[in-house]
Nanobody
Framework: QVQLVESGGGLVQAGGSLRLSCAAS????????MGWYRQAPGKQRELVAT???????AYGDSVKGRFTISRDNAKNTVYLQMSSLKPEDTAVYYC???????????????WGQGTQVTVSS
């Protein structure tokens, strides 16, 4: 199996910054897209940002210009640098990855357990 372990969440004041990390482990052959999604109480999970193995980026409209996604392919890790944080960014942030395992011909989708980000006003 593949595990995605997120870290870096916490409490920050509005206007502050946080950096999230998500490391994938297991018998990994390759990882295609990695990304971040978030879910606030009473709301649907939404896209924050994704990055392909080739470096193609995509961002949700609400975070463009404030958040930056990056990855270290050698470490199977994806990062999310969050700046100019707003109270409406408060949510549980989930890591997602499309991973092909060594023993598989096809990739599967995996999710992390989530990390809480709380932005105070």
């Amino acid at each position: 199996q593949v595990q995605l372990v997120e870290s870096g969440g916490g409490l920050v004041q509005a206007g502050g910054s946080l950096r999230l990390s998500c490391a994938a482990s297991g018998r990994i052959f390759s990882i295609n897209t990695m990304g971040w999604y978030r879910q606030a109480p009473g709301k649907q999970r939404e896209l924050v940002a994704t990055i392909t193995s080739g470096g193609i980026l995509a961002y949700g409209d609400s975070v463009k210009g404030r958040f930056t996604i990056s990855r270290d392919n050698a470490k199977n890790t994806v990062y999310l640098q969050m700046s100019s944080l707003k109270p409406e960014d408060t949510a549980v942030y989930y890591c997602k990855a499309l991973v092909r395992m060594v023993v598989s011909d096809l990739p599967d989708l995996y999710w992390g357990q989530g990390t809480q980000v709380t932005v105070s006003s």
